[in-house]
């Protein structure tokens, strides 16, 4: 489908959508470097702020599935549209859930507040910040179409996947040594754990991006000449 | 928009995303259940088995997004049908993450198939069923457009985060009495967590239903009339 470039309107709404996608992303960005910052720091207050950050993603969630139904409905676009449009549908759903994580990072945030640091604390905040790029990049690749950026962010999450078990073994040896702390160490592990998912979502998000491209690919060998 | 009837194949292809999505879910279901059952058996040989089932999830999700594509490029539909395809769209990842999460069960359950057993066997047993139910319902609640189905499912969520907690306890005072099950303490709880995962997999679900249908609902009083 070769789109009229006179047709500004549609253009406008395209971009709305790319705005609004790199909007979300850039607030669950925000969230997850804040829930991470307010563990180590164990500043209650700013776990508790970064929380009520989670309704304006929702919220822009739903305004984002709305306006790719508008488009749909409006525009009935084809080819390399319509999958930008119907992924874009499936990214606003993982950036979600990447918000829920940091909120969950958050509760625990609350939780080991007081009390004695972990060691493992300068390992997580590296994960955050592995995980954090794994979500700016995976949204950059999108917005460009850049299969070969998003291949990057694929090739990132052994590295979180390694620093996680480096974590969670120390964590381990922490509990072993002194069993007053397994209960804040479970919460400290399952902090390492939802890093891993938020990584796993930029896998997602990554996938989608070269599936988008290849499938364009594919479309133009033919395959899905029936559309 | 009204449909036309006599459209059959537009109806046979609808159909088709229908049976696909309940296959899809039929699947993971089973997963689910022999994940739980492989842990709780001690039984790595069908946890390995359970793994090799992923692949077919896998392909079934590539092949939905393909056939919702096709549907949106040939019939270019509009209102509720336009809602419904764009939810499959969404409501397919959601299963494919079940399947995830299941191979993450059998995972857990080879790390545990040798050793001794856990006391929360028996609710991570009844977490399986409850989680099992809330994906089974809210997918039988979105074929049929039921809104008041899929808020029974929403309903169930928080008795599946009431058993995590009481798991959660359980095997912390088993790992503190015994400090040398720490670690395989910590394998037991990931797979609670994970059953609550697939739960809140479930509640995503449901609330799409909840969405689709209220969506439709809020089109009826001219929100979306500009579609």
Redesign the interface.
């Known amino acids: 489908m070769i789109r009229k470039h006179t047709d500004r309107t549609y253009e406008a709404e395209l971009q709305q959508l790319r705005e609004r996608i790199l909007l979300m992303a850039g607030t669950v960005e925000e969230m997850i470097a804040r829930s991470v910052r307010a563990l180590v720091d164990g500043d209650a207050e700013l776990a508790r702020r970064t929380i009520e950050i989670d309704g304006k993603v929702n919220l822009l969630e739903r305004e984002t599935?709305?306006l790719?139904?508008?488009i749909?409905?409006?525009r009935?676009p084809?080819?390399s549209d319509?999958?930008f449009i119907?992924l874009a549908?499936?990214m606003v759903?993982d950036l979600e859930r990447i918000g829920d994580l940091a909120v969950n990072i958050c509760e625990r945030a609350i939780d080991l507040s007081q009390g004695p640091r972990f060691d493992s604390f300068a390992d997580i905040t590296r994960m955050a910040e592995i995980a954090q790029q794994m979500v700016t990049h995976a949204i950059d690749a999108f917005v460009r179409g850049d299969a070969d950026r998003a291949q990057q962010v694929l090739d990132r999450d052994d590295e979180l996947d390694e620093l996680y078990h480096h974590v969670?073994r120390q964590i381990?040896a922490q509990?072993?040594a002194d069993?007053s702390l397994?209960?804040r160490g479970?919460h400290v592990?399952?902090v390492a754990?939802v890093l891993e998912r938020i990584g796993d979502h930029g896998t997602?998000l990554a996938e989608a991006v070269v599936f988008m491209v290849n499938g364009t690919d594919i479309r133009h060998q033919g395959k899905?000449d029936?559309?």
């Open positions: 599935d709305e790719c139904l508008l749909l409905a409006k009935q084809l080819g319509l999958r119907t549908l499936k759903t969670f381990l509990m072993l069993p397994v209960e479970i592990q399952s754990k997602n899905l029936s559309i």
